[in-house]
């Protein structure tokens, strides 16, 4: 499973990339021009901004009445050139992203996981984890932005995106789909159709699936680089009792930062963990040797600050109490890396939507890096 050659692409989802509600949270293009519904999340000039009402067309970012700025956590620092060689054949993009084998249970679900990251010599990539009745199929979407972001950095200008199955007891991958534009999929004319970005260079597959894994690799059509959005989307419509337990994603972190957002819904409490990988890593690539994470809740008056932490084992910065008794990360402790360096947090949730943000505790710090967000209940 590679980057690119012509016959497979995709995907593993910022600074930062949340939810786009209803379904999954991603950073849109800022755009003047258009309307956006409360709560959305536009970049503009390397600030991220949250409306904290319904946007009318014709509203400048500069208005506090709609825009307010979500989170000084972007770093400022150049990370210097981007590879831009693409990995050897005989790299595997899903090497590192190890789905858990955690059966999930209880009402509450995860419904969309999104990620950002930056797509360049070791790849970007994710594996996603469905669990459920194997006879109840699951709708899912599949979609990829570059060219669509509105970042200072460089984006992704030709993304595509292959897509790969296997059980959790086997090692062998099979081919899904690949899709390299919107409109190569029969979902580009179906009821689904309006989900697309409006970039038709960006793919976009809406389609039933069983429980499973599902490697996705992002690729890159004409051999570039830059950052880019995943978004794995349940469906408002799909009845299906299957539902998504985890996801991993790879990719760079640099200037325009990494995250990933996962939005729950249902009634009742579920145990997610945010693990962050750096420097346990086996790739041949950098990686970041040092990283951090902050935990964030979306709230109607904006982005809340769970906790934050930097390595495993130390004190958590709790920035609200009330998450305090969620901390159930010493539980855990056997889901951890083995490298101190590399956080790890374990919270009980309630529905809603969460962001997980990378950071670096090297003021300069960058290079790959992997999120994972699992259901551990």
Known sequence: MHIKTKAMKLFSIFLFVVLALPSLFAF???????????????????????????????????STTYWT??????????????????????????????????TVTGTIQIFSI?????????????????????????YVMFRVKGPSMNIDGVKLPNPSIDVKSRSLNETTWTDEFVSQDFGDHSSATGSYSHR???????????????????????????????NAIIELYSMNDDNSSSYFSSLSTRGYY??????GSVRLVGTGKKKIMFRIK?????????????????VLKLLDSGWE??????????????????????????SYTHRHTGNNLEPMVVLELSEGTYSCVVGSDIETGEGNAIIEI????
């Not at 770093?75 to 955690?102: C, Q």
């Not at 640099?254 to 995250?259: I, L, V």
């Not at 699992?374 to 209940?377: A, G, K, M, N, P």
């Open 305 to 330: 600050e769970i906790l934050k932490s930097s390595t495993f084992g130390s004190a958590y910065t709790f920035e609200n109490s009330n998450y305090t008794n969620a901390n159930l990360t010493s």
């Open 114 to 138: 999104s990620t950002r990251a930056y797509f360049g010599t070791n790849g970007m990539s994710g594996s996603l984890t469905m669990a459920g009745n194997s006879n109840e199929p699951k």
């Open 196 to 226: 697309n970005t409006g970039n038709n260079l960006e793919p976009m597959v809406v389609s039933s699936f069983t429980p499973n894994v599902y490697g996705c690799v992002v690729g890159s059509e004409d051999g570039g680089e830059g």
């Open 278 to 294: 750096g420097p346990s890593m086996n790739i041949d690539g950098t990686k970041l040797s040092d990283p951090n994470i902050t």
């Open 254 to 259: 640099g200037a325009n930062g990494m995250s």
């Open 28 to 62: 849109q293009a800022h755009d003047q021009n258009l309307a956006y519904t409360h709560p959305a999340i536009v970049v503009s000039s390397s600030v991220s901004y949250i409306s904290v009402q319904d946007v009318p067309a014709g509203t400048t970012i500069t």
């Open 374 to 377: 699992y259901s551990v209940d």
């Open 69 to 102: 700025p979500l989170l000084g956590t972007a770093p400022s620092t150049d990370p210097g050139t981007p590879p831009t060689t693409e990995p050897s054949a005989n790299d595997s993009n899903l090497s590192n992203l190890t789905p858990p084998d955690d």
